[in-house]
């Protein structure tokens, strides 16, 4: 995963919720913009699982794997598309 990627999706038009999969085969669900940011560094990536916006997980871009974006704009998912 680039940060030019991540960014792109981030800001870049009207916000679709997808996956971020480690290497290791975890999975980082995000469902909202404002619950995954990136630190100062460029380098990390937090998101916050929760409604109380409480960082969860904190993972290093570099071993973020891959992204899916499996729903569409109104958050249902879109049958047959698995990766973006």
Do not use: H
């Not at 100062?40 to 699982?49: D, E, F, G, Q, R």
Request: glycine share 10%.
């Amino acid at each position: 995963m680039t940060l030019e990627r991540l960014q792109r999706i981030l800001k870049g038009g009207p916000f679709r919720p997808f996956d971020l999969y480690t290497e290791d085969g975890e999975v980082l669900c995000v469902r909202a913009p404002g619950t995954v940011w990136l630190c100062p560094s460029k380098k990390v990536v937090m998101v916050a699982t929760s409604k109380l916006l409480q960082i969860e997980e904190i993972q290093e871009l570099q071993y973020i794997a891959r992204l899916s974006r499996l729903y569409g704009g109104n958050g249902n998912p879109k049958r047959g598309k698995s990766a973006a």
